[in-house]
């Protein structure tokens, strides 16, 4: 059975496919805000909520416990499950922090380096400008410890011990990252979505390439490689944040970019970008050329490695992505 969560301002919506599909709402009230599986453990799902701490799913989305204890902020922005180090989870909160678990969530302890950062000091979101968060963690599959942070807005920081200690933004880096991705067959590669702009790292966040030919839009939220070929590439991106998430007043696009073809877009089959959020992707590991883009007209699925889409026939509840979307996760049969 294969199973898809999103994550909206209203709820997290878990659509099941067996015989045919079928759509559960859960955490309704909780403003489920990231999303993260357990690569070791299938069934076992991750969410971060917007002042309602993090729970945790060990059945594929069914039931939800809480699994915060010792994080003492309620807002859990970004979540991510080591692929190499077993039961070890890391989360991301407002304000600025991150947290470590070595059984599973069931116990965190701060991983205060993070906070000590000389650019801390330049942190800060801008439409609350006192405050900023931890926008994703992207673990690395070639390096058990390996970690990058994205501060929104800010810095893109890393870590190569699991946390106990960090390494600063780099210059020509990007500074308001919302979505990391690595890629299994190529080492130190990192790829960047970022308010200001697309980039990658061939060194594992050493330095930094910012690469926007092709690109019309340059406010970058979503990023997906594929996984049978790390310079294939799709976005999603908006002229700004007023046209990204907002479905009333949202006009947003998909670029696909390869190794021989600088950034197109990639919109067929996709809604029309008037009106449509900015997608949140997801892909497997086992699903040569394969990527999922959820937004506000629901989940699309590209056999080609996002150069066409075709809508998955899910029936959602009317009005369930009036707010937008938040993440998608993906757990295959």
């Known amino acids: 059975m294969s199973t898809f969560m999103i994550a909206t301002e209203e709820g997290l919506l878990v659509a099941r496919h067996g015989a045919q599909w079928s759509v559960e709402e859960h955490l309704k009230g909780k403003s489920p805000e990231s999303l993260g599986v357990d690569p070791r453990h299938p ?17 594929a ?3 939800w416990d809480t ?14 499950v080591s692929p190499d180090e077993r039961e070890v989870v890391y989360a991301g909160t407002e304000p600025s922090a991150i947290f470590r678990s070595e059984s599973g969530g069931a116990t965190w302890t701060e ?18 400008p006192e405050t ?19 501060i929104e807005a800010g810095a893109l920081v890393r870590s190569v011990d699991g946390g106990r200690t960090w390494l600063d933004r780099v210059r020509d880096g990007p500074i308001d990252t919302h979505t990391a991705a690595t ?36 406010y970058l939220v979503g990023v997906a490689v594929d996984p049978a070929d790390p310079d294939t590439v799709v976005v999603s991106a908006a002229s700004g944040p007023y046209l990204a998430y ?59 490695a996002g150069q066409t889409w075709k809508a998955l026939e ?20």
């Open 246 to 304: 907002n479905p009333r007043r949202a006009e947003a696009f998909v670029y696909r970019k390869t190794a021989r073809r600088s950034f197109r877009l990639a919109m067929e089959g996709l809604p029309d970008a008037q009106g449509t959020v900015v997608s949140r992707f997801a892909t497997h590991p086992h699903e040569r050329d394969v990527m999922y883009a959820a937004n506000n007209h629901g989940i699309f699925r590209s056999p080609d």
């Open 43 to 59: 069934a076992r799902v991750y969410a971060g909520t917007w002042g309602h701490g993090l729970w945790r799913s060990d059945d």
């Open 61 to 63: 989305g069914r039931t």
């Open 67 to 80: 699994v915060g204890a010792g994080i003492p902020y309620g807002v859990i922005t970004a979540v991510a």
């Open 111 to 128: 991983l205060p380096g993070l906070r000590a950062l000389p650019s801390s000091r330049s942190w800060s979101f801008p439409p609350r």
């Open 132 to 150: 900023h968060h931890v926008r994703w963690i992207e673990t690395d599959p070639d390096a058990a410890g390996r970690l990058f942070v994205a």
């Open 183 to 218: 890629h299994k067959s190529v080492k130190g590669r990192v790829y960047s979505a970022a308010g200001d702009g697309y980039f990658e790292s061939s060194d594992a966040g050493e330095s930094w390439s910012r690469d926007m030919e092709g690109l019309h839009h340059s």
């Open 314 to 333: 899910i029936p959602w509840p009317q009005q369930v992505f009036g707010r937008g979307t938040e993440a998608l996760a993906y757990l295959p049969d």
